[in-house]
């Protein structure tokens, strides 16, 4: 039962970030260049060593980019 429980909310999750992506893509959000691109990154068991740009082994370019082009947030 809690698989479905599990599974139910991971479906309700999808259908609000399509219905959001769709509201934004109307409404013409997307296109503003003005304002800021935000993004918001949630990693379950990363440690500080586990990405690149804090001198750990594993290879993460592409989030080494986002680190030397935006801002980190590390103080917390």
Same mark, same amino acid.
């Given at each position: 039962?809690? %698989?479905? &429980?599990?599974?139910?909310?991971?479906?309700?999750?999808?259908?609000?970030? *399509?219905?959001?992506?769709?509201?934004?893509?109307?409404?013409?959000?997307?296109?503003?260049?003005?304002? @800021?691109? *935000?993004?918001?990154?949630? %990693?379950?068991?990363?440690?500080?060593?586990?990405?690149?740009?804090?001198?750990?082994?594993?290879?993460? @370019?592409?989030?080494? &980019?986002? %680190?030397?082009?935006? *801002?980190?947030?590390?103080?917390?």
């Amino acid at each position: 039962m809690c %698989a479905f &429980k599990r599974l139910a909310g991971l479906t309700t999750t999808l259908i609000a970030l *399509v219905f959001v992506q769709t509201v934004f893509a109307q409404t013409g959000f997307a296109e503003d260049s003005d304002r @800021p691109n *935000v993004i918001i990154m949630v %990693a379950d068991d990363l440690g500080w060593n586990d990405v690149g740009y804090h001198g750990g082994n594993i290879d993460t @370019p592409s989030l080494d &980019k986002l %680190a030397e082009q935006g *801002v980190q947030l590390n103080r917390f």
